[in-house]
């Protein structure tokens, strides 16, 4: 079950691909990031609530109160948090340091992971990670330049530290929760905390006036809702550190979704950077020596 839990995984990164698109049309439309990061959260949020409405209203929405807290605390800092961490690493760095930065996240979990949950640190899972990084790295250079800023990189490595949190908290509420309501009410906690930062009323407002609308539902489900629903479906069945670095996938979907979205141009060391990511995802679902699979 472990292999086939893979695929979720990926499917989940090639929906987080488009989030720069959906992000840079509401941008260009006047959207600030608090208003985006609002909608998106919003949106993701009443897609999941109406997804266990049809599918287990009965049980669907039932988390013991212990968990509850949990879930705020997952949708505040690894959502909300997280968000804002990122964008500020772009404003001050740029996005390609700003990218690589947050992919530091694969570190974290698996560090965290061994602390936590006495997960293994394997020679494989260490050369995977290595090989993912540089392949971060080069999937992220861009012809322009590229600039450092001491507050943007402490921004940059808190994102990854943000969003590796995920993981290690997702980990924890699978055992007793189901994957569509968890992610529902970490979407949800994180709506909630993003309107102190973002008025919903003026966010409404500017979606109908500026006709975004239909993006900002299309991001909340495809980009929210659906991505991370798969990508918690499929941490159930592996292990954190693994999903962590297949999640690095996303950074080569956003660079194919961004060449045939607006025509941004590859170099050559941009595509050895993917192979290397997908060399990595390869490494980690290939068995050596006389382990054997007994999923």
Same mark, same amino acid.
């Given at each position: 079950m472990k292999k086939a839990a893979v695929i979720p995984i990926v499917l989940a990164t090639v929906f987080w691909g /488009?989030?720069?698109?959906?992000?840079?049309?509401?941008?260009?439309?006047?959207?600030?990031?608090?208003?985006?990061?609002?909608?998106?959260?919003? /949106?993701? $949020?009443?897609?999941?609530?109406?997804?266990?409405l049809v599918t287990n209203p009965k049980k669907g929405f039932r988390v013991s109160l212990p968990d509850l807290g949990k879930l705020f605390l997952c949708g505040t800092i690894t959502l909300t948090v997280n968000n804002m961490f990122y964008f500020n690493a772009i404003e001050l760095c740029g996005m390609s340091v700003a990218a690589v930065l947050m992919y530091t996240s694969p570190i974290f979990v698996m560090i965290m992971s061994a602390l936590v949950y006495k997960e293994k640190i394997t020679l494989q899972k260490m050369t995977a990670l290595v090989?993912?990084?540089?392949?971060?790295?080069?999937?992220?250079?861009?012809?322009?330049?590229?600039?450092?800023?001491?507050?943007?990189?402490?921004?940059?490595?808190?994102?990854?530290?943000?969003?590796?949190?995920?993981?290690?908290?997702?980990?924890?509420?699978?055992?007793?929760?189901?994957?569509?309501?968890?992610?529902?009410?970490?979407?949800?906690?994180?709506?909630?905390?993003?309107?102190?930062? $973002?008025?919903?009323?003026?966010?409404?407002?500017?979606?109908?006036?500026?006709?975004?609308?239909?993006?900002?539902?299309?991001?909340?489900?495809?980009?929210?809702?659906?991505?991370?629903?798969?990508?918690? /479906?499929?941490?159930?069945?592996?292990?954190?550190?693994?999903? $962590?670095?297949?999640?690095?996938?996303?950074?080569?979907?956003?660079?194919i979704v961004g060449f045939f979205a607006y025509g941004q141009f590859l170099a050559w060391y941009n595509y050895i950077g993917i192979v290397l990511v997908m060399a990595s995802v390869v490494l980690l679902n290939v068995k050596f020596g006389k382990a054997k699979s007994k999923e």
């Open positions: /488009f989030i720069g698109y959906f992000s840079t049309t509401m941008s260009e439309a006047g959207m600030s990031v608090p208003q985006r990061l609002s909608a998106r959260m919003t /949106f993701a $949020a009443l897609a999941l609530a109406f997804a266990i090989v993912t990084f540089v392949g971060c790295a080069l999937v992220s250079i861009s012809n322009s330049r590229m600039s450092a800023d001491i507050v943007g990189i402490g921004c940059g490595i808190a994102s990854g530290f943000t969003y590796a949190l995920y993981s290690i908290f997702a980990t924890d509420l699978l055992k007793r929760n189901g994957s569509t309501t968890i992610v529902m009410y970490t979407y949800l906690s994180a709506a909630v905390s993003s309107y102190f930062i $973002a008025n919903p009323i003026e966010t409404a407002k500017i979606l109908i006036e500026k006709d975004m609308l239909i993006y900002a539902i299309l991001f909340g489900i495809i980009c929210s809702a659906l991505a991370h629903g798969l990508y918690s /479906f499929g941490m159930k069945y592996t292990e954190p550190s693994l999903a $962590a670095i297949l999640a690095t996938l996303e950074l080569v979907m956003a660079s």
